[in-house]
């Protein structure tokens, strides 16, 4: 058999250098799509704790919105109130961190105290800053939620606006 020419390796099989590169081939894969689910696994989590965070600040703002006026307000603080201004609690195996701060406000528009005209009742409304923070939570932004508190009839008492 004149021209033909035997091979000397076999065309059954694989090689090493094949298996290796079609091992890295399925790793990149594999790495790739784990790395893709424990990001949506993280971006769900985190999603949860700001719902809840959300659900949270919106139960201190209508308790905040049901209390009489006068009792709108951090306990031994200023103004004074039934409001504590820190507290801790736990809801869905998280920890959060409740901050509550209140301000009185002066409205301009009925004039300011020592002003012209003078405000009588300088406390028109009552500017409330609920913070949720987490405490035990990784990547997590503070949940802010502000609301105004304000009385009925304030100003006619004072004969203002």
Sequence with gaps: MAGESKTIFSKKGM???EAIVGVAVFLLIVVGVYQS???IIEVVRLSRLR????TIANEK???MRNLPFQDVGIAGGFPAGKI????TITRNGAQFNIITTIRNVDDPFDGIVGGSPNDTAPADYKLAEVKITCLNCRQFQ??????TVSPKDLEIAGGGG
């Design 15 to 17: 090689g090493l250098v």
């Design 37 to 39: 689910y424990s990001k």
């Design 51 to 54: 719902a809840t965070a959300s």
């Design 61 to 63: 703002i209508e308790l």
């Design 84 to 87: 504590p201004a820190n507290e």
């Design 142 to 147: 503070p949940f802010i939620q502000t609301t």
